[in-house]
C-alpha cells in the first residue's frame, strides 16, 4: 500500500501549500466577491461557511483527492456495513446504528442489529417515564427526585455535555448530577444535600470493572445503606448500564434493571446508547428520540452527500490542511452558546482518544501528525481570555465557532450582542488590521505594531436555527464523522484506546502498595518509590 506521504494528492497539496503560505484571505476575498456564498454547504439543519479558510478551489480539489486516494469512501462504507473496521480489538464499530430508526435493517453477521437497539430504547423509555412521572419508587414508598449517573470517560462525558445541552428541555423537579472522579470530593460534594431515599444511581460503565466507576459506585451504596438500613434497598436505588451482566448482578443490581448495550459500541460514541439514560430521564424520551433522529440524518448526510458537499469530509479535510501542511498543532471549538458548556470538553475526549494514535492500521509508525489538540470554551467568555493569543499569537489555530439564529432564553438584546461576537471575532481573525489602517486611527508609529492584527486565521462557522435536541444529534454526529474522516486518511484506527487502558493498568498496581500495613518492596524507578514512600509517610489515614 503507497505511504500517505507518497500519495501523489499529499505531494500535490506540499507544493500548494508552500504557495498558499503567502496568500491572505484579504486577497481571497478581494478577487472573489462571492467567496462568502460559495465556500458554504448544509445539511440536517447545519449550515456551514467554511470560506474564512486558507483554501482555494485548487485545494479543496487536491484535498478530495485525497480522500479518493486514500481510500476514505470505502472505509466510510465499512464502517456503515459493519465490518470490524477496529482492528486491534476485533469489533465493528456500528454507533450508527443505535439512532437507526425503527423498522431499518443492518445486519452484522447474519443479525439485524436495529430490532435490538429498540428492545433496549423501549424499556430505557418506560423506565424514564416511570421516574419522571414519579412512579418509580425508592425503598421508602418516596418517589425518586435525584438522579445521580456514576461513570467516567466516554460513559460521563456525553451524558453530562448532553444534559446540560439539553437542559432547557428537561424536567426541572428532577436533580441530575454526574459523578466520574474518584477523588472522594467528587461524590460527597454531589450527593452531600440529597436525601438517599429520593435518589437514583444510574452505574454506567460498559466494562463494569472500571476502578473510579466501581469505586464510586461502592460508596454511594454505603451511604445509602447507611441510612436506609436494608441491602434489598439497593434493587430500588440503582440500576446499571453495561454489556457486563454477571458483574451488574454481582453488585446487587437486579438484572431486570441493567441497560445493555454491546461491544461494537465504543465507550466515547456511546451516549446516544442506554449510555444516555440519565439524558433520557431528564430530558423524556421523547426529546432523546429526537436527539437520535439529528444524529441519523447526519449520518444520512455523511453516507450520501456527494464529497465536496458533505459537511463531516469538509470539516475533516480543512482540519487536516492545517495540521499537516500548515503545522497547526491545536483546534478550537467555540460554541457561543451557554447550554454547549461541556461540548469541547466532550470533542476533545472524542477526536483525542480517537485519533491520538502513532501507527498505521498496519503497525508502521507514521511520519505526518495525526490527531489535534482539541480544546476550547463557550463564547463570548474565552473572548476575555485565551483569544488574545488566537488573534496576536505566534501559534496558527484552526477555530470553529458555532452559533445560533435563535435563541432559547430570549432576553433583550442579549442574543443580538452574542452573536455579533461570532460575526465580528471571525471576521478580525480573518481580515486582521493592517499597520497603514491603525496608523489612520491616529496611533503613534511605536504604539502601532501592537495594535496590528495579522489576520488570515482561519475559522468555519456552523449555524442552526435554534438548539434542540435534533440539532444537538446532527452537531454531534458532525464531529464524530469528521474524526472519522481524519482517521481515515491519516491510516489509523480511530476506535481503540490503548492509552487509556494503560492507565487502567498501572494505577492498580501501585494501590496496593499504598495501601500495605507495612512498608512494601517497592521496585519502581527512584522518583516513584520515592514519591510512594513520602505519600505514605504523609498522607492521612482515612
Ligand atoms: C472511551 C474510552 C473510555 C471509557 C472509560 C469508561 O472510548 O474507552 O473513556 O469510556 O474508560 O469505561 P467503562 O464504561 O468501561 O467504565
Not at 481524519?486 to 502498595?513: H, R
Request: hydrophobic content about 40%.
Amino acid at each position: 500500500m503507497t505511504r500517505l506521504t507518497d500519495q501523489p494528492a499529499w505531494q500535490a497539496l506540499q507544493a500548494h501549500a508552500e504557495a498558499m503560505k503567502t496568500v491572505h484571505l484579504r486577497e481571497l476575498f478581494a478577487t472573489d466577491a462571492g467567496r462568502g456564498e460559495k465556500y458554504t454547504a448544509q445539511g440536517a439543519g447545519l449550515f456551514l461557511d467554511y470560506s474564512k479558510n486558507r483554501v482555494t478551489d485548487e485545494t479543496l480539489l487536491l484535498l478530495l483527492q485525497l480522500a479518493e486516494q486514500t481510500g476514505v469512501a470505502a472505509k466510510k462504507g465499512a464502517m456503515f456495513a459493519g465490518e470490524r473496521i477496529n482492528v486491534t480489538e476485533g469489533r465493528s464499530v456500528l454507533h450508527v446504528a443505535l439512532r437507526m430508526p425503527k423498522g431499518s435493517t443492518l445486519m452484522v453477521e447474519g443479525r439485524n442489529v436495529v430490532p435490538d437497539v429498540h428492545e433496549v430504547l423501549d424499556r430505557m423509555a418506560t423506565f424514564a417515564d416511570r421516574v419522571r412521572a414519579g412512579s418509580w419508587l425508592g425503598h421508602t414508598g418516596q418517589p425518586i427526585t435525584n438522579i445521580v449517573n456514576i461513570g467516567i470517560g466516554g460513559s460521563d462525558l456525553g451524558p453530562v455535555m448532553a444534559y446540560e445541552g439539553l437542559k432547557f428541555y428537561s424536567q426541572r423537579d428532577l436533580t441530575v448530577r454526574f459523578v466520574s472522579n474518584v477523588d472522594g470530593t467528587d461524590l460527597t460534594e454531589k450527593i452531600r444535600d440529597l436525601d438517599p431515599a429520593r435518589t437514583l444511581f444510574i452505574v454506567s460503565s460498559k466494562t463494569f470493572t472500571t476502578q473510579e466507576t466501581m469505586t464510586n459506585a461502592a460508596s454511594a451504596r454505603a451511604w445509602l445503606l447507611a441510612s436506609l438500613h436494608d441491602e434489598a434497598a439497593v434493587a430500588r436505588h440503582f440500576v446499571a448500564v453495561s454489556t457486563n451482566a454477571g458483574a451488574v448482578t454481582g453488585f446487587g443490581i437486579d438484572a431486570a434493571n441493567m441497560f445493555g448495550f454491546w461491544d461494537w459500541v465504543g465507550g466515547r460514541y456511546s451516549m446516544d446508547s442506554a449510555i444516555g439514560l440519565s439524558l433520557m430521564i431528564a430530558a423524556g424520551p421523547g426529546h432523546f428520540h429526537e436527539l437520535l433522529a439529528g444524529f441519523h440524518e447526519m449520518d444520512e448526510h455523511f453516507r450520501t452527500a456527494p464529497p465536496e458537499k458533505n459537511l463531516p469530509m469538509l470539516l475533516g479535510l480543512i482540519g487536516l490542511w492545517y495540521n499537516n501542511f500548515f503545522d497547526a498543532q491545536t483546534v478550537a471549538i467555540l460554541p457561543y452558546d451557554q447550554y454547549l458548556a461541556y461540548f469541547s470538553a466532550y470533542l476533545q475526549q472524542l477526536d483525542m482518544e480517537s485519533n491520538g494514535k502513532h501507527v498505521t492500521l498496519g503497525g508502521q509508525t507514521v511520519d505526518y501528525q495525526t490527531g489535534p489538540v482539541i480544546w476550547g470554551q463557550p463564547g463570548t467568555n474565552g473572548q476575555h481570555a485565551f483569544y488574545q493569543l488566537i488573534h496576536q499569537g505566534t501559534k496558527l489555530i484552526p477555530c470553529d465557532f458555532i452559533g445560533f439564529m435563535q435563541t432559547l432564553n430570549p432576553l433583550a438584546p442579549h442574543h443580538d450582542l452574542l452573536m455579533a461576537n461570532v460575526f465580528a471575532q471571525t471576521e478580525a481573525l480573518a481580515f486582521g488590521k493592517t499597520l497603514a489602517e491603525v496608523q489612520q486611527g491616529g496611533v503613534s508609529a511605536e504604539q502601532g505594531p501592537h495594535r496590528v492584527f495579522e489576520g488570515n486565521r482561519p475559522t468555519n462557522t456552523i449555524l442552526a436555527d435554534k438548539l434542540t435536541p435534533r440539532i444537538l444529534g446532527a452537531l454531534i454526529a458532525l464531529y464524530e464523522h469528521k474524526v472519522f474522516v481524519q482517521g481515515a486518511v491519516w491510516d489509523i484506527n480511530s476506535f481503540d484506546q490503548w492509552g487509556v487502558e494503560l492507565g487502567k493498568v498501572l494505577a492498580s498496581q501501585i494501590v496496593p502498595e499504598l495501601r500495605a500495613a507495612s512498608e512494601p518492596e517497592l521496585g519502581h524507578d527512584s522518583s516513584t518509590n520515592a514519591l510512594i514512600r513520602r505519600y505514605r509517610a504523609g498522607r492521612r489515614a482515612e
